[in-house]
Nanobody, 123 residues
């Protein structure tokens, strides 16, 4: 079993930055692909970013490419999402996920999910 706990969400003005953290516990963290998804009320959860075990490959949604950076610290069992140049349309609940699926952009590739953290970007 893997437990994931997100933190770092909050309210920020457009153009600002936030860094989300996802602390993990349980099984060997370094064996899992880690991803970030987000969801707004009434819409499906959407992929934001993911990285592979060794961080040799990263994946980003087109909407966040160049603004968001995903990284992990295996020694701390933590994955991060640095969000810069935030826009009001980035407002959502952000979820951390861990899995071994082959398609990092899809929810079905992830077996474990955190409870989510709210990010609100004001205009």
């Amino acid at each position: 079993q893997v437990q994931l706990v997100e933190s770092g969400g909050g309210l920020v003005q457009a153009g600002g930055s936030l860094r989300l953290s996802c602390a993990t516990s349980g099984r060997a963290f370094s064996w899992y692909r880690m991803g970030w998804f987000r969801q707004v009320p009434g819409k499906d959860r959407e992929f934001v970013a993911a990285l592979t075990w060794t961080e040799s490959s990263t994946y980003y949604a087109d909407s966040v490419k160049g603004r968001f950076t995903i990284s992990r610290d295996n020694a701390k069992n933590t994955v991060y999402l640095q969000m810069n140049s935030l826009k009001p349309e980035d407002t959502a609940v952000y979820y951390c996920a861990a899995g071994r699926g082959l398609a990092p952009q899809t929810e079905h590739s992830y077996d474990y999910w955190g409870q989510g953290t709210q990010v609100t970007v004001s205009s």
